[in-house]
C-alpha cells in the first residue's frame, strides 16, 4: 500500500524532514510513505488569491493517479480518534489503491480538489503550522499501523 502526502509548499525546517523520515521509516515495506512538495505561489499584497489556490490545486491534482484516493485534510473535516484512522487505514489497504493526503497553502485547499475528496479529515479544531503537520501525520499513520498490527507503541 502507498500513502502520498501532497503538500503545498517547500523548503521545511530540518527538523521536519528529520520528523518525516523518523515515522517513514518505521513503516512496515508493505506501507510505504511518500511526500510530494507542491510549490507555493508567491503572495503579494495585490496578488489574485483564488488564481494562485486554483493553480496550486491543478499541480496537486495533477500528481495523482487515475483511480486513486484523495483525502482532503480540511477543518471541516472529520476528526478520528487514532483507532478511527487505524480503521481507515485498515479500509484502504483492502481498497489496494494508493492514498493521497491532501494539504493545502495557508488559504487552504483548492475547491477542484476538494470536489474530488473521498474523505475529508480534520486533524484538530486549532490552526496548525503546515511543517508541523507533516510530522503529524507521519506519525499518526505509524501510530495507526502499530494498532492494526497490534504493536504495543500505541499503549
Not at 60 to 70: N, T
Not at 99 to 121: D, K, T, Y
Amino acid at each position: 500500500m502507498k500513502i502520498r502526502l501532497i503538500a503545498v509548499g517547500t523548503r521545511m525546517p530540518r527538523w521536519v524532514e528529520d520528523g518525516w523520515q523518523e515515522y517513514a521509516k518505521r513503516l512496515p515495506p508493505e506501507l510505504t510513505l511518500e511526500l510530494v512538495e507542491i510549490p507555493l505561489s508567491t503572495r503579494g499584497k495585490n496578488a489574485d488569491v483564488a488564481r494562485l489556490i486554483h493553480k496550486e490545486g491543478e499541480a496537486m491534482l495533477s500528481k495523482v493517479g487515475a483511480g486513486e484516493r484523495i483525502v482532503t485534510l480540511e477543518v471541516e473535516g472529520k476528526p478520528w480518534s487514532t483507532e478511527q484512522l487505524a480503521q481507515s487505514l485498515d479500509n484502504w489497504r483492502l481498497d489496494a489503491r494508493t492514498v493521497n493526503l491532501m494539504v493545502g497553502g495557508p488559504e487552504g485547499l483548492a475547491p477542484e480538489v476538494c470536489a474530488r475528496s473521498e474523505q475529508r479529515w480534520s486533524l484538530s479544531p486549532l490552526t496548525l503550522p503546515h511543517p508541523l503537520v507533516r510530522v503529524l501525520l507521519a506519525e499518526q499513520l505509524y501510530r495507526a499501523w502499530t494498532v492494526l498490527s497490534g504493536h504495543p507503541y500505541h499503549k
